[in-house]
């Protein structure tokens, strides 16, 4: 039986219901994308994501790759090459990807629907099929060059793998710290020098090549670009070098190599390498020969477009983890029978219950259940949006404050969203099997393991909350949070729900005018820092704060906009879905109960941030 559980019903309540996204498929750019094709894919891709992709979930995990250090290989495991090639025999993972290099015009937000499921039920599936979508991205940065058109043509083609290769092993998360250099040849070429550390899907045996694309920084050139990211440029390197024309390899091996697999607490199916070009001691000794993708020295921007996909990425998965772990933990509680029901506690002849008759397994099973079905509108919402500047762009224009409004959400669905399905999974997921929860039986420990690290790669929590601040706020002068805040307040001050949500409602514009509050109390720090640098440290002791509490406050904004639909369609004939609906209300009013109170405290201790912590001698900690 398959360990994944979708939550297909709510994904479509989303979509059709909540962001009605019918009002533009089968129109315009996705003319050929109307709702009923979309339907049909979501459900096609949930039964392969259930039945075939979740099948080496757990073969997987206890048989991972094995780094061989005398060939450079660390081939994957049968199981889970069956499940990806079912995967690339489907040809979803097309949806998306532009058509002029052989992809299928589809909307984000269908896109990302289709990834949660994939992510949830075995999401280094969708790692290792990345090499079309940074084909796509090729393609955008190509500046007209034929040969770099081609090349992300046969990426489609071709289904090779690909990898985002930024770290390096004393850079880390400091991008602009890199040590790899690139060295012009005469051919137009370049020679690639350096190691990199923590890449993903960087070998394996599942494609015929890779593509590497690598940040560098250009030797022997005009216009050195300075030091930091500035300097740097990105180039395509593959694994083994192929004719540009027909994309058949010539059977020579290109001089990166695998030179370590990491050892891994979950996700261990998923390579994670440290890669090494042009070195003499290892390999064939060949250098690393690959091409520059545009222009010099505008690297980082380039690879910004994968950045931010692979922020989406890792949010999706995140609460795609947190619905299978609630999902099962529900399953699980149905059936447990455990104790007399607290009403009866002090009889000991009292009938045994599941334990879904006790308060505080329904307190644990309603908070997963809000902050997944939360967590799920956050990314399709952020989708939408995503949706709309892909429909501006296609009619020639450009839609700048859905490009602001997603770039603003983007770390809230990355940061909070791995965040807060980390923590759910462990507190309370696993906790509601007891100590079941600890064993290898169910999926829970493992989904635990996996999940940590989405907290971690494609920047750290901490890292997205000074780019929520910093950049998505500050340096754009509020506009998109002053857009999106305007939505909610305008929500909150609306007669939705007929009274039934008037509690709710009053909670958000509280939480809202918190949140706004604790946004200019670091605006002031900020510009105090002017005066004395030192208070730059109480910015950064709250971003992190800041961006768990916005979190809260537009997921329990989506939640109740959801409860609305609900209520009307209560307000009618809910018919069979008379349970589905309540259970949306319920949510909606629980987690605006539980989580909006909480951010008044936010701001107070945001209010009595100082730098005692700052000016702590080492030693002391």
Same mark, same amino acid.
């Given at each position: 039986?398959?360990?994944?559980?979708?939550?297909?019903?709510?994904?479509?309540?989303?979509?059709?219901?909540?962001?009605? =996204?019918?009002?533009?498929?089968? /129109?315009?750019?996705?003319?050929?994308?109307?709702?009923?094709?979309?339907?049909?894919?979501?459900?096609?891709?949930?039964?392969?994501?259930?039945?075939?992709?979740?099948?080496?979930?757990?073969?997987?995990?206890?048989?991972?790759?094995?780094?061989?250090?005398?060939?450079?290989?660390?081939?994957?495991?049968?199981?889970?090459?069956?499940?990806?090639?079912?995967?690339?025999?489907?040809?979803?993972?097309?949806?998306?990807?532009?058509?002029?290099?052989?992809? /299928?015009?589809?909307?984000?937000? +269908? =896109?990302?629907?289709?990834?949660?499921? =994939? +992510?949830?039920?075995?999401?280094?599936?969708?790692?290792?099929?990345?090499?079309?979508?940074?084909?796509?991205?090729?393609?955008?940065?190509?500046?007209?060059?034929?040969?770099?058109?081609?090349?992300?043509?046969?990426?489609?083609?071709?289904?090779?793998?690909?990898?985002?290769?930024?770290?390096?092993?004393?850079?880390?998360?400091?991008?602009?710290?890199?040590?790899?250099?690139?060295?012009?040849?005469?051919?137009?070429?370049?020679?690639?020098?350096?190691?990199?550390?923590?890449? /993903?899907?960087?070998?394996?045996?599942?494609?015929?090549?890779?593509?590497?694309? =690598?940040?560098?920084?250009?030797?022997?050139?005009?216009?050195?670009?300075?030091?930091?990211?500035?300097?740097?440029?990105?180039?395509?390197?593959?694994?083994?070098?192929?004719?540009?024309?027909?994309?058949?390899?010539?059977?020579?091996?290109?001089?990166?190599?695998?030179?370590?697999?990491?050892?891994?607490?979950?996700?261990?199916?998923?390579?994670?390498?440290?890669?090494?070009?042009?070195?003499?001691?290892?390999?064939?000794?060949?250098?690393?020969?690959?091409?520059? +993708?545009?222009?010099?020295?505008?690297?980082?921007?380039?690879?910004?477009?994968?950045?931010?996909?692979?922020?989406?990425?890792?949010?999706?998965?995140?609460?795609?983890?947190?619905?299978?772990?609630?999902?099962?933990? !529900?399953?699980?509680?149905?059936?447990?029978?455990?104790?007399?029901?607290?009403?009866?506690?002090?009889?000991?002849?009292?009938?045994?219950?599941?334990?879904?008759?006790?308060?505080?397994?329904?307190?644990?099973?309603?908070?997963?259940?809000?902050?997944?079905?939360?967590?799920?509108?956050?990314?399709?919402?952020?989708?939408?949006?995503?949706? /709309?500047?892909?429909?501006?762009?296609?009619?020639?224009?450009?839609?700048?404050?859905?490009?602001?409004?997603?770039?603003?959400?983007?770390?809230?669905?990355?940061?909070?969203?791995?965040?807060?399905?980390?923590?759910?999974?462990?507190?309370?997921?696993?906790?509601?099997?007891?100590?079941?929860?600890?064993?290898?039986?169910?999926?829970?420990?493992?989904?635990?393991?996996?999940?940590?690290?989405?907290?971690?790669?494609?920047?750290?929590?901490?890292?997205?909350?000074?780019?929520?601040?910093?950049?998505?706020?500050?340096?754009?002068?509020?506009?998109?949070?002053?857009?999106?805040?305007?939505?909610?307040?305008?929500?909150?001050?609306?007669?939705?729900?007929?009274?039934?949500?008037?509690?709710?409602?009053?909670? +958000?514009?509280?939480?809202?005018?918190?949140?706004? &509050?604790?946004?200019?109390?670091?605006?002031? *720090?900020?510009?105090?820092?002017?005066?004395?640098?030192?208070?730059?440290?109480?910015?950064?002791?709250?971003?992190?704060?800041?961006?768990?509490?916005?979190?809260?406050?537009?997921?329990?904004?989506? !939640?109740?906009?959801?409860?609305?639909? &609900?209520?009307?369609?209560?307000?009618? *004939?809910?018919?069979?879905?008379?349970?589905?609906?309540?259970?949306?209300?319920?949510?909606?009013?629980?987690?605006?109960?539980?989580?909006?109170?909480?951010?008044?405290?936010?701001?107070?201790?945001?209010?009595?941030?100082?730098?005692?912590?700052?000016?702590?001698?080492?030693?002391?900690?």
């Amino acid at each position: 039986m398959s360990h994944y559980k979708s939550n297909l019903r709510d994904i479509e309540f989303n979509l059709f219901e909540l962001f009605n =996204v019918q009002e533009y498929l089968g /129109t315009g750019v996705f003319e050929e994308m109307d709702a009923d094709t979309a339907r049909e894919i979501l459900s096609e891709v949930e039964r392969v994501a259930r039945e075939d992709l979740a099948a080496s979930f757990v073969d997987s995990d206890r048989n991972p790759p094995v780094f061989d250090p005398a060939t450079n290989t660390a081939p994957v495991p049968a199981s889970f090459k069956k499940s990806y090639d079912t995967w690339m025999e489907s040809g979803f993972w097309a949806l998306g990807l532009p058509e002029e290099i052989g992809g /299928t015009t589809a909307p984000p937000s +269908l =896109v990302w629907a289709t990834g949660e499921m =994939v +992510l949830g039920a075995q999401a280094p599936i969708w790692m290792y099929c990345t090499g079309p979508s940074m084909g796509s991205v090729v393609f955008k940065n190509a500046n007209g060059v034929e040969r770099d058109i081609k090349i992300a043509q046969l990426m489609l083609e071709k289904q090779w793998g690909a990898t985002m290769v930024l770290t390096e092993p004393d850079a880390g998360s400091d991008v602009g710290a890199g040590k790899t250099f690139a060295t012009p040849n005469d051919d137009g070429t370049w020679n690639i020098s350096g190691v990199k550390r923590f890449i /993903t899907s960087a070998e394996s045996d599942l494609q015929e090549n890779i593509m590497h694309l =690598v940040l560098a920084r250009p030797k022997g050139v005009e216009g050195v670009g300075g030091p930091g990211t500035k300097g740097l440029s990105l180039f395509l390197v593959p694994k083994y070098h192929f004719d540009v024309e027909t994309g058949e390899l010539t059977g020579e091996r290109n001089g990166v190599y695998v030179t370590n697999v990491e050892h891994k607490m979950g996700l261990k199916v998923s390579n994670t390498c440290e890669l090494t070009f042009g070195d003499a001691q290892v390999g064939g000794g060949e250098p690393a020969r690959g091409w520059l +993708l545009g222009e010099v020295h505008d690297g980082i921007r380039q690879m910004f477009d994968v950045i931010e996909n692979a922020r989406m990425m890792v949010g999706t998965k995140a609460i795609a983890t947190l619905s299978t772990g609630y999902l099962n933990a !529900l399953e699980y509680a149905k059936e447990r029978v455990q104790g007399a029901d607290l009403t009866q506690s002090s009889d000991k002849t009292a009938p045994r219950v599941t334990i879904t008759h006790h308060p505080d397994v329904r307190r644990s099973l309603m908070t997963q259940k809000s902050f997944a079905e939360a967590m799920r509108s956050l990314v399709l919402y952020t989708a939408t949006w995503q949706d /709309t500047v892909f429909r501006a762009k296609a009619a020639g224009e450009r839609d700048e404050i859905a490009e602001a409004v997603n770039d603003l959400l983007l770390p809230i669905v990355k940061g909070y969203g791995s965040e807060r399905s980390w923590v759910l999974l462990g507190t309370e997921s696993l906790q509601t099997f007891g100590g079941s929860g600890f064993l290898q039986e169910y999926p829970i420990e493992q989904y635990v393991r996996d999940a940590k690290i989405d907290t971690l790669y494609e920047g750290t929590t901490a890292i997205q909350g000074q780019d929520f601040f910093f950049r998505k706020i500050v340096k754009d002068q509020g506009k998109a949070l002053g857009h999106l805040a305007a939505e909610i307040k305008a929500f909150a001050e609306s007669g939705a729900g007929n009274g039934r949500l008037k509690n709710e409602r009053e909670l +958000l514009a509280t939480a809202l005018a918190d949140a706004e &509050a604790m946004v200019g109390l670091m605006i002031n *720090d900020l510009m105090s820092a002017q005066d004395e640098i030192k208070n730059i440290y109480k910015v950064g002791l709250n971003t992190t704060r800041l961006l768990m509490a916005l979190g809260d406050v537009v997921c329990a904004w989506l !939640l109740l906009r959801g409860a609305e639909v &609900a209520l009307d369609k209560l307000a009618g *004939d809910a018919g069979s879905e008379q349970a589905f609906y309540e259970g949306k209300v319920a949510a909606a009013q629980w987690f605006a109960q539980l989580n909006l109170p909480r951010i008044s405290a936010e701001l107070t201790i945001a209010q009595g941030a100082s730098l005692d912590v700052m000016d702590l001698s080492e030693d002391a900690f």
